[in-house]
């Protein structure tokens, strides 16, 4: 198997490479090949993984590039985890928006906005390269925020994509810890849109047990994504910590007022991962990497790739078209759900009808990601304003022209359609 990863360069992807090690027989591969146009970034970091995969004994080859096409050319599976603009237009997500009174943040509201109008464009370059030079029937697993954005415009424009998150993962990881069982036996009753999810049940040997949780944990699982407890009994059930950002809006924004960016935090936690990297002697994951984010990446890609490369045919929590298992949405929106993964596709399991109020919230945030999408591809300040408009933290006209603005002039270098 080849398998590219695109944004190679990332400081994260020696956790990739952990994985890949760890769980090689579930996922044989022959050639891993690194794309990044930061050539200081990509030497660092390949030379780790070479020295991370001998140490692990892996047979594979390690290939560093910044050519696409050469990186792409007859792969597998090609995995997208890249950030244009770097940690510096990621601080901007987070900072600008304070100025019109609503949060900062690179996936959610006006700053996620930004983030998807600057990649879903760089995502379908490198798509149609992928299926110019890929193999026919190669993967795009997108692992690139907003993933329910991005992994929209790909299907749209016909790839073979899924999008990946770990906020399920992470969750399966935690209740496992909280019931003291394998976290193999224990699957979620996740629902939503990515970033925008909850846990409705936590099933263990065929027993839902998240009513007995709600009942004996309810302060931890709060306390967990940082939310009142009455909110998760009324809702009888557990939100993502994104929620946060819609049911405490203005405690949040209260908290990121004068403080350091998780942009700041990660420009600090990114330096000492490039001096470890450039150690020769460092060849295994080094412990603060925990602390740049994204745990269990590795386990939730490895487990996904394996699965669309061997039909393995078991469940897993993913990005997919809709197709009728949330009937109030289009059947071509992304929605984030367990779903049945082979070599043929995906097939979302079927989906207990939804409360009003989760239903009318993902239907709204699900409209303004349609016209997030519009905008990314096609361009135009009316565009942009419009679906700023739509965003349920927005909603006011003169609030979503200034933030319109804001964006615009913090992000025109990326924007051709801007320029």
Request: charged content about 25%; glycine content about 8%; hydrophobic content about 45%.
């Amino acid at each position: 198997m080849k398998l590219t990863v695109v944004g190679g360069g990332s400081t994260y992807t020696p956790e990739l490479i952990d994985g890949f090690s760890r769980l090689r027989e579930l996922l044989p591969i022959e050639e891993l090949w690194l794309v990044d146009p930061d050539p200081t970034r990509l030497e660092l970091v390949s030379g780790v993984s070479r020295r991370m995969f001998a140490r692990a004994g892996h047979p594979g080859k390690i290939v560093a590039t910044s050519d696409v096409v050469a990186g792409v050319a007859d792969a597998d599976v090609v995995l997208l985890q890249l950030r244009v603009g770097g940690q510096a237009a990621r601080h901007g997500d987070e900072t600008w928006p304070h100025e019109a009174g609503v949060i900062g943040q690179e996936t959610t509201g006006p700053g996620g906005f930004a983030k998807a109008l600057r990649t879903v464009p760089v995502v379908l370059e490198i798509a149609e390269q992928v299926r110019r030079h890929a193999k026919p029937d190669a993967w795009i697993v997108d692992f690139t925020n907003p993933v329910g954005i991005v992994t929209r415009a790909l299907l749209e424009a016909g790839h073979r994509a899924v999008g990946l998150c770990n906020v399920a993962i992470g969750f399966q990881r935690r209740f496992a810890n909280l019931l003291d069982v394998d976290f193999r036996t224990v699957r979620l009753d996740h629902v939503g849109l990515n970033h925008l999810t909850w846990e409705r049940g936590v099933t263990v040997d065929g027993r839902d047990v998240l009513p007995e949780l709600l009942g004996s944990r309810l302060g931890e699982l709060a306390e967990e994504v940082e939310l009142p407890a009455s909110l998760l009994s009324m809702l009888g059930s557990v939100p993502s910590y994104y929620l946060r950002y819609f049911y405490d809006h203005d405690e949040v924004l209260r908290e990121q007022l004068g403080s350091p960016t998780r942009a700041q935090a990660v420009m600090e936690v990114e330096a000492e991962l490039l001096e470890l990297y450039a150690d020769p002697h460092v060849d295994t994951k080094p412990a603060i990497l925990e602390k740049r984010g994204g745990a269990y990446y590795s386990e939730a890609a490895v487990d996904l790739i394996a699965s669309l490369t061997t039909d393995r045919g078991d469940v897993q929590v993913v990005n997919i078209r809709n197709n009728g298992a949330m009937p109030f949405l289009p059947d071509d929106h992304v929605i984030e759900v367990p779903a049945t993964v082979g070599a043929s596709g995906l097939t979302a399991l079927p989906i207990a009808p939804l409360p009003d109020d989760l239903a009318a919230l993902i239907g709204h945030v699900a409209g303004y990601e349609r016209l997030a999408l519009d905008a990314a591809v096609n361009g135009g300040r009316e565009r942009v304003l419009h679906a700023m408009l739509a965003h349920p933290l927005v909603l006011q006209y003169d609030r979503a022209e200034k933030l319109t603005d804001l964006l615009l002039a913090e992000n025109s270098k990326h924007l051709a359609w801007a320029q």
